[in-house]
């Protein structure tokens, strides 16, 4: 048991010591990040644009339950004209930044994962080492950088169509009409909730793109390797996004 204890110890802090290698990496090449124009502006609409569907319909839904789930905590506590603040400080501070994020991590996480590690196992990764192309620069830093920059665009899309999901329920089945519910939300709104939401989508953002860089560079095993390596691409970036979530809560609170 103390082997098996120690050898996932050691495990841990390598794959740690390889992340952070790639990420001072990744940074290392960033000033070519504008001769890399093209292969950024392609992840960005992979990352970006391309996730609008999903995140609308995920958004739709979370203001939605949102909504419920405010107007059954303050039943018999407080009016229904908190409505508003109650629904759209908790979807920008935490729904809409962490929601999103799991969604991103499964769609695009996974997807950089299966990408880079299908390379990996047919050797084109080695074709670019060869022609002297650095996969670091070709491949990670375009899907970091694009990354940073879409999940803040992706999490204020989603803050705002989530705060009309809460209110069209809001309005339709609990009263609460359009001037009472935006009302409340005007009123408590504070800047600092949407900074700190931003904050949140720009560290899930690069650590979704980090860690699925990072599992494809290591694939081993052919089509099973690479399925392997989407499972946990997953599994590990949803995992961490919670975790980060929490840290950053306990550090400004």
Request: glycine residues 10%; positive net charge; hydrophobic residues 55%.
């Amino acid at each position: 048991m103390l082997q098996k204890i120690g050898n996932k110890t050691i495990s841990f802090f390598r794959e740690f010591g390889e992340i952070s290698i790639l990420f001072f990496k990744i940074f290392k090449f960033s000033p070519r990040l504008i001769k890399s124009r093209n292969l950024l502006f392609y992840q960005m609409e992979h990352i970006g644009v391309n996730s609008l569907p999903l995140v609308f319909i995920i958004a739709v839904f979370t203001g939605a339950v949102a909504a419920w789930q405010a107007a059954y905590q303050l039943k018999g506590v407080a009016p229904l004209s908190f409505l508003g603040t109650a629904t759209s400080r908790a979807i920008i501070t935490e729904l809409g930044p962490v929601l999103t994020a799991i969604v991103i991590a499964g769609r695009v996480g996974a997807s950089i994962a299966a990408e880079i590690g299908s390379m990996k196992v047919t050797e084109q990764i080695d074709a670019l080492e060869t022609m002297g192309i650095s996969p670091v620069r070709y491949l990670a830093m375009p899907r970091f950088f694009a990354a940073i920059m879409m999940m803040p665009v992706l999490v204020t899309i989603a803050n705002v169509i989530a705060v009309m999901g809460a209110y069209i329920i809001s309005d339709i089945f609990l009263g609460v009409s359009f001037n009472v519910y935006f009302d409340s939300v005007k009123r408590f709104f504070v800047i600092g909730d949407f900074i700190f939401g931003m904050i949140k989508g720009v560290i899930f953002g690069g650590v979704t793109a980090l860690l699925g860089c990072h599992i494809g560079f290591h694939t081993q095993g052919g089509a099973e390797g690479v399925g392997l390596s989407t499972i946990r691409s997953f599994v590990l970036t949803s995992a961490l996004i919670l975790i980060l979530d929490y840290i950053l809560w306990t550090l400004i609170f």
